[in-house]
């Protein structure tokens, strides 16, 4: 992973050069340096796997919390660090009565 010398943002590669989505900068590949990074390119032998069949209670714990859509009182919940490290995590919510995704998030 590259980031941006001139707004910070994360890059991506585009043929010989590192480009910043976010303000234009470009800077050229370094090959050696490269080479310690980690790739994140999808696995061939990766598989879709297939929910249907799970129980609602083996897929996540359930807390009290109001659905904004339907009004029910109960939701499973999974727990993401979705912004830096030093932020704390995103709760994702989903209502057991009407399957409704919402997400919260402290400030």
């Known amino acids: ?4 010398d001139e707004c910070g943002s994360m890059m991506k590669t585009d043929d010989g050069v590192w ?3 976010n303000c234009g900068y ?3 590949r370094d090959a050696a340096n490269e080479s310690h990074m980690t790739s994140t390119a999808a696995r061939e032998d990766s598989e879709i ?5 799970v129980d609602d209670a083996e897929i996540g714990p359930t807390t ?7 009004g ?4 499973r919940y999974e727990m993401k660090q979705i ?9 994702f919510f989903t209502c057991v009565e009407c399957g409704h995704k919402w ?3 402290d400030h």
């Open 49 to 53: 796997v297939d929910m249907s069949d």
């Open 19 to 21: 480009v910043c989505g």
């Open 103 to 105: 997400r919260e998030d």
């Open 1 to 4: 992973m590259e980031f941006c």
């Open 64 to 70: 009290t919390v109001k659905c904004p859509e339907c």
């Open 83 to 91: 912004r830096s490290a030093d932020e704390s995590e995103t709760r």
């Open 72 to 75: 029910h009182d109960k939701a």
């Open 26 to 28: 470009e800077k050229p």
